[in-house]
């Protein structure tokens, strides 16, 4: 079992920046790989960035490339999302993800942080 907790979600303006983070227990996640995903009100759950268990590959939504940045240190077993020039439609709240990446793997999730980004 792995457990998720997500931190760094706040209230920011628009074209300011906040750090996400991603707090992971019970036991090592090196293998598995990590994902952050978003859900505003009304929306379905979006997936926004990936990053593979040794931290060389990555994934971005098109709408966040070059504005958001995901990593690990897998030392301290935590995930981070760095956003940079948030925008209002980032505004949603975000949860972190764990998975193995094979067909019958189970999926752990965080219960979530809030990222509002007023205009």
């Known amino acids: 079992q792995v457990q998720l907790a997500e931190s760094g979600g706040g209230l920011v303006q628009a074209g300011g920046s906040l750090r996400l983070s991603c707090a992971a227990s019970?036991?090592?996640?090196?293998?598995?790989?990590m994902h952050w995903f978003r859900q505003a009100p009304g929306n379905e759950r979006e997936l926004v960035a990936a990053i593979s268990g040794n931290g060389d590959t990555t994934y971005y939504v098109d709408s966040v490339k070059g504005r958001f940045t995901i990593s690990r240190d897998n030392a301290k077993n935590m995930m981070y999302l760095q956003m940079n020039s948030l925008k209002p439609e980032d505004t949603a709240v975000y949860y972190c993800?764990?998975?193995?990446?094979?067909?019958?793997?189970?999926?752990?999730w965080g219960q979530g942080t809030q990222v509002t980004v007023s205009s």
């Open positions: 019970g036991r090592s996640i090196s293998s598995y790989i």
């Open positions: 993800n764990a998975n193995l990446g094979t067909p019958r793997s189970e999926d752990y």
